[in-house]
């Protein structure tokens, strides 16, 4: 139940009001990128991604009484794929609200190429991180529109290019109506890994230097999965990307792992050396990857 505050589980619920009709597109695309409205600091200036380094540096928070995150200090290097894995209830969300600034630490600092985020505007903040997460949010518009908001501006040449990257094109086409087809509410006239692949169209558009992916933990079909990894490989590329991971194949392709555990770092290190480590890692590996290809190591 706690988890309902969290901020993409409320936006999630949000196409309830926004069928009604009373809520305009406009402010859906401001729903997306302010939710909720933090005020900027004063004189906040706008962040410049050169490389997309992610910083946190002893980070506290807690949410209201209920600690989270106790002096967390890791770095999502530019251009790599960082894996953050962690039982449950380890920080790795928090970590992703955070860096969107969804809340603001109680002490610590985040910085992206050494820009403290919370002394830039939001807007610009956000316009720089792509998220794609399991329950990322569809609405009950076409789409086009759909994938539109990750860019509101961007032209229907790259939306069709967006959605030929996330391997969408061709059931999109396929459907009746085929871009101007309505998604229903949720998404709910798409399969799952037509959603999720929706989202990556959205995040392709939005061409942001980072990139944050909570890995779906529910399975879809062999062709599907297989379109999902091959359009997120292609969106990862050449962006720092900060994943949570729930897939040994993801973990075995980071380049650095964050192994979490209850609000701190507790292992760092790739998956061979990690899981030779014998620790809280291969403990985690052993129990928590989905396999889809059998093979431990
Ligand atoms: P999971 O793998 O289950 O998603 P996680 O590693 O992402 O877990 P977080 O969601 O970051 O962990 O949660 C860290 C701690 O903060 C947990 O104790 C959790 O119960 C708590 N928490 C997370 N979100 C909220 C919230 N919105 N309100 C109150 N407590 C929260």
């Not at 609405?139 to 967006?162: H, K, V």
């Amino acid at each position: 139940l706690l988890l309902a505050y969290d901020p993409a589980k409320r936006l999630a619920r949000l196409h309830v009001n926004l069928n009604n009709g009373l809520v305009g597109v406009k402010l859906m695309y401001e729903l997306i990128d302010d939710v909720p409205a933090l005020r900027d600091a004063p004189g906040a200036a706008e962040l410049n991604v050169s490389r997309g380094e992610v910083r946190y540096t002893d980070v506290h928070f807690a949410y209201g009484e209920r600690p989270a995150l106790h002096g967390l200090t890791l770095t999502a290097q530019a251009g790599k794929m960082t894996a953050l894995v962690g039982s449950s209830g380890a920080g790795k969300s928090t970590l992703f609200s955070l860096v969107e600034r969804f809340y603001d630490p109680q002490s610590g600092s985040i910085e992206i190429d050494g820009q403290d985020i919370s002394k830039v505007t939001v807007a610009s903040l956000r316009r720089n991180i792509a998220m794609v997460t399991q329950d990322t949010i569809l609405f009950d518009m076409t789409i086009r529109e759909n994938i539109a908001l990750g860019r509101p501006e961007a032209s229907e040449e790259d939306i069709l290019q967006a959605a030929q990257d996330a391997n969408a094109h061709e059931f999109i086409i396929a459907q009746p109506g085929g871009y101007d087809a309505m998604a229903g509410e949720g998404g709910s006239r798409l399969s799952g890994g037509q959603r999720q692949r929706i989202a990556i169209a959205r995040a392709m558009l939005r061409n942001a230097p980072i990139l944050l992916l909570d890995e779906a933990t529910s399975a879809l079909d062999a062709e599907s999965e297989a379109k999902v990894q091959s359009a997120l490989t292609r969106l990862m590329q050449g962006r720092t990307t900060l994943v949570i991971a729930h897939r040994l194949a993801t973990v075995r392709d980071a380049d650095e792992i964050h192994v979490m555990d209850r609000g701190r770092l507790a292992e760092s290190g790739n998956h061979a050396e990690l899981y030779a480590a014998d620790g809280i890692y291969r403990r985690l590996c052993d129990l928590q990857f989905r396999e889809p290809d059998q093979a431990k190591v």
